[in-house]
């Protein structure tokens, strides 16, 4: 097999990297993905990685519609999003690498290890479509690698579909001097169900990857590597909000499939009934609320999951839950909309409708973490919130957060976020249904079962004694008294950290997912001398107290979304006809401040470098004005 | 559906626990005078106090309608929520709680119309709930509109000319999806009739659903005058397995033997309109029941809490 001596390589000692497996779906580009990035971890570094996901389920092959595959971000510091381009990619055909070419994903000088076979195909078509694809690609300064990728794997096993992967995870490995200790441990895990052949095998196409990559490549990069002190765990979004609710001691999670949210319920699906709970899967969106809601006056801590089109369906029960006062915690994992929209991508565009989408007036709260850590802890924070304010508590978290993977610390558990959160002492005589403190609007939770306490909730505008009433006193008393619980919920706030100097040019103002590529391109406009500073928010509804004086800090805010918003100078737009992006709107409707925006939507995450150069654009023109 | 058994003794022991029909009465029905809505109640009523239900161990779900005001009624706890949408309620109600008696309140168009696909898919799951559609074959609440069983030519201010298509068939429909488990048929001019038939669905296992033909003075005041002054047109299922009042067999001449586990000619009896027919239509013990598939044994909170430790030990770093 080693059929040449080893060359020499040169080292190049980096903080971080990026590197991109891509793939026909079906290639198994997750899997060399995940165990990389475990990989990774587990050896000190900081890690992101991003799946790249095809729309359709198993597309043609060999097309610039089927590439599947991951981004892995690595550094020696710790890593909060998908970062810029890519430096290094492995490519198991030409087409799937146009596509990323074509989506601007690489680095002007990355290095581009290419499967070899195409080139020489026997197949004239094939060898066409690679002879036009190498020509659109060259007018970047890719450095492409040919390697024998197929060949290789043949070597090893019959079928090379299962196989290439792991020689591919062989090239990383060498290039990057991973530890083959920590890789076979992964590849033993994941292949444990499997005989200890299957390990054997997927192992040594690994050694012979690297075997490859000694014989072949003249080069190498050094991420180094810090071994963490604490405990940590690394997971996606989805995954981390699956165990938030379980320790958040939820016992019906009730949903109905929808991309990018379905994730949840899978993990959920799996473990739930060990702690006493379900997954129920109603026969739609609206269903799944009401049964969540159902479960939740009966008792019990109740989760409704979906993203936009089934946010837009459960909105008349939210309504209810809202007016009757019945605690219920909504997981909206964002995708692109309106409409099916993209349904497998990124955007920001829930939040209006999130805090303003009921008819009426209809408080609640919506919590936005801001990364995948904050997806786990929010679903505690949510349920709390949801019981001692009787409210709805929206939880808005994004396809990029759902499938991005990142370590954070291991949580540690608080028995009484287990807590029942029923109380079935007898109500004492007198006691209402809706016995609102005058003062803070609250009053206590009188659950079915409970002696003494039966009487009817009900949609329609209610009294104290929830007797419907339509008499024009009671209608503002109810109106006022479920806002008042907002208000008391915002004086338990703190006012949001401003990263950065505190006061300066520019404030950079961002919400939930966005804060790490943010806080990066900030750092950087910031080290270049530029006044900017940023604040990532949270608290949607109500929002953190402050927001008005941080802002007067300022020269300029401007809002950084993944959303959509016009620009002053296109047809027919102007300063009065424009219209913002929706942070933006509500900033501006919350402070009286005139706050500017810049956002996009791309159906990707935002790159750090793409926030900076608005960051740049925005202080030039602050400057000449 | 469970009940509370209480034993004679106990209430010969405490007699002053004991409740009668009117104790479970919390306010007064304001539905119009003559609504068929009054004799669903007092039957519900008589029902409660057959069974010595405890106020606050049951939980009335309905939607919205005149007849969804029924929770408000009743002497337990209630659950009026949307139009169309009592069924997924009462079904998270019955999941977190199994100890609950749960009885639904739906109109035509609450049930068939806007809240169908619950319809069919609560039907399904069989979860353990006695179920009253009450069936005015008119929109009552919002004055007048045709429904999904106004009778083919009927006038409503909705359809002028007459109602165009065919009545939906709810006994037909519910019959038609998989793993239903009781479905009766009954009126609201048949009091006797109306309390047999909600005590069988009641002592029925699984999801128990009622049609009660319910008059609306109001709006269809003679859809079913037919059948109110001639009993000769209504014939009765009978079976030791369905609903056996005394005094029937007086009311009505036609009677017919029909074994409620044959479901062929259940279906085929709902199908037939030559005459109306009350009575059990399908009946089987023997079906899956959603809350009982689903239940799992509860886990005290420290063992959640080393379990979670052990799932964090598949991600840990
Ligand atoms: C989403 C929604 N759509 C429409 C209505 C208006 N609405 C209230 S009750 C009703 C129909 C009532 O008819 P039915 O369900 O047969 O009950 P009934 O009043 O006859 O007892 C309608 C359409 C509503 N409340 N909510
Ligand atoms: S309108 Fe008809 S259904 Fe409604 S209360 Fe009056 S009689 Fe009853
Ligand atoms: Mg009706």
Known sequence: MNKSTTIDAAVHAVREHTVEIITNSGEGAQKCAQIFGQTCAKMGNGVWTVEIIPAEIEPPHHTVTSTS???????????TNWGDQSKLAIAFNDQVCLSRHRLNSFDDNCIILQESAWAESEDEVIRKMYAEAMEEMSSKNYRFIQVPIEEETLKVVDNPQHGKNMFALGLLAEIYNRDLAIIEKQIAHIFQKKSAKVTELNVQLVKNGMQWARDNLDFRFNVETIPAEEKRVVMN???????????????????????????????????????????????????????????????????????????????????????????????????????????????QSD???????????????????????????????????????????????????????????????????????????????????????????????????????????????????????????SNERGCKMRSRKLAVFQSTLMPPDVTGDQEGDLLVVGWGSTQGAIEEAVDRARKEGHKV?????????????????????????????????????????????????????????????????????????????DIYNSIIAKSEKGASK | MSSIPI?????????????????????????CAGCGDFGALNAVKRLLAK????????????????????????????????????????????????????????GDGDCTSIGAGHWIHATRYNTNMTVLLLDNNIYGLTKNQTSPTTPQGYTSNTSPKGSVLPALDPLQATLGVSNASFVAQTADWVPAHLYATLQAAFDHKGFSFVRILQRC???????????????????????????????????????????????????????RKDLLRLGIFFKDSNLPVYDEIRAVPPVSPEEKVQRLEKEFDRYAV
């Open chain 2, 7 to 31: 034993s004679l003794l106990e209430l010969e022991d405490d007699a002053s626990s004991c409740l009668v029909a009117d104790d479970y009465q919390k306010k007064e029905g304001k539905w």
């Open chain 2, 217 to 271: 003075p109001k709006f269809t005041p003679d859809v079913f005058t037919e059948n109110v002054k001639n009993p000769d047109l209504t014939e009765l299922l009978v079976h030791e397995e369905g609903v056996n009042a005394p005094g029937l067999d007086k009311l009505f001449k036609a009677m017919r033997e029909h074994d409620p586990k044959n479901i062929d000619e259940a279906r085929a009896l709902a199908q």
């Open chain 2, 51 to 106: 069974e010595q239900l405890k106020p606050e161990k049951m939980a009335f779900v309905s939607g919205i309608g005149c007849s969804s005001r029924f929770p408000h009624y009743v002497n337990a706890y209630g659950f009026h929520g949307i139009h169309g949408r009592a069924l997924p309620i009462a079904t998270g109600v019955k999941l977190a709680r199994p100890d609950l008696d749960v009885f639904v309140v739906m």
């Open chain 1, 533 to 609: 500073s940023t604040c990532q928010l949270t608290f949607m509804s109500p929002l953190e107290p402050g927001l008005k004086e941080i802002f007067s800090r300022f020269k300029k805010v401007m809002t950084v979304e993944i959303n959509y918003s016009d620009t002053v100078g296109d047809p027919y737009i102007t300063e009065e006809t424009r219209r913002y992006g929706q942070l933006a709107w509500l900033l501006r409707a919350h402070t009286l401040v005139d706050i500017d925006c810049w956002t996009s939507c791309p159906g990707q995450p935002l790159r750090p470098n």
């Open chain 1, 69 to 79: 595959g991951n981004i892995i971000r690595f550094g020696t510091e710790k890593i």
């Open chain 1, 351 to 473: 939040l209006l409708s999130s805090i303003y989408g009921q008819h009426g007036d209809a408080p609640r709260v919506v919590i936005a973490p801001r990364s995948i850590e904050e997806c786990f802890h929010s679903m505690v924070t949510a349920r709390r919130i949801a019981e001692t304010f009787r409210c709805v508590v929206i939880v808005l978290t994004d396809a990029n957060l759902a499938t991005g993977v990142q370590q954070f610390t291991r949580p540690e558990f608080d028995i009484r976020w287990q807590q029942e959160p029923v109380d079935f002492s007898p109500v004492p005589e007198g006691l209402r249904p809706y016995d609102w403190d005058p003062e803070t609007g609250l009053s206590r939770r009188i659950i079915p079962g409970t002696p003494g306490g039966a009487h009817t909730v009900t949609g329609l505008a209610h009294d104290e004694l929830s007797n419907v009433s339509y008499e024009p006193e």
């Open chain 1, 237 to 347: 979004g989805n995954q981390a909000a699956a165990l938030g609710a379980v320790a958040a001691g939820m016992e019906m999670c009730s949903m109905y499939p929808i991309t990018p949210a379905t994730s949840v319920s899978h993990e959920l699906a799996a473990i739930i009934e060990n702690y006493g709970g379900i997954v129920h899967q109603a026969e739609d969106e609206i269903a799944a609320a009401g049964v969540a809601l159902g479960a939740s006056y009966g008792g019990k801590v109740a989760l409704t999951v979906t993203s936009g089109p089934g946010m837009a369906l459960k909105t008349e029960f939210l309504g209810l839950a809202i007016m009757t006062e019945i605690p219920l915690v909504v997981l909206d994992v964002q995708r692109g909309g309106p409409s099916t929209g993209l349904p497998t991508k990124v955007e």
